[in-house]
Nanobody, 123 residues
Framework: QVQLVESGGGLVQAGGSLRLSCTAS????????MAWFRQAPGQDREFVAA????????HYADSVKGRFTISRDNAKNTVYLQMNSLKPEDTAVYYC????????????????WGQGTQVTVSS
């Protein structure tokens, strides 16, 4: 079993930046694909970004492409989401997710989830 804990959320002005972190414990982390999803009030959980276990491949939702960067440090069992040029529509609870094998972009594909960290972007 893998446990995931997110941190780094908060309140920021539009145009600002935040860096989210997700630290894993339990089973070995290095062979897990990792992803970030987000969920706004009244909305479905949506894909944000994913990274392969090696860190060599990444994928982004069109809505965040060019603004967000996902990365991982397997030695620290940590995945990051650097968020720049934040917009009010980025406001959501952000969740870290993990799965064995290659990365995917659907909620149903991921086996392990963190409890989320709130990101609020004011206009």
């Amino acid at each position: 079993q893998v446990q995931l804990v997110e941190s780094g959320g908060g309140l920021v002005q539009a145009g600002g930046s935040l860096r989210l972190s997700c630290t894993a414990s339990g089973r070995t982390f290095s062979r897990y694909a990792m992803a970030w999803f987000r969920q706004a009030p009244g909305q479905d959980r949506e894909f944000v970004a994913a990274i392969s276990w090696s860190g060599g491949s990444t994928h982004y939702a069109d809505s965040v492409k060019g603004r967000f960067t996902i990365s991982r440090d397997n030695a620290k069992n940590t995945v990051y989401l650097q968020m720049n040029s934040l917009k009010p529509e980025d406001t959501a609870v952000y969740y870290c997710a993990a799965r064995s094998g290659s990365y995917l972009n659907t909620v149903e594909s991921y086996n392990y989830w963190g409890q989320g960290t709130q990101v609020t972007v004011s206009s």
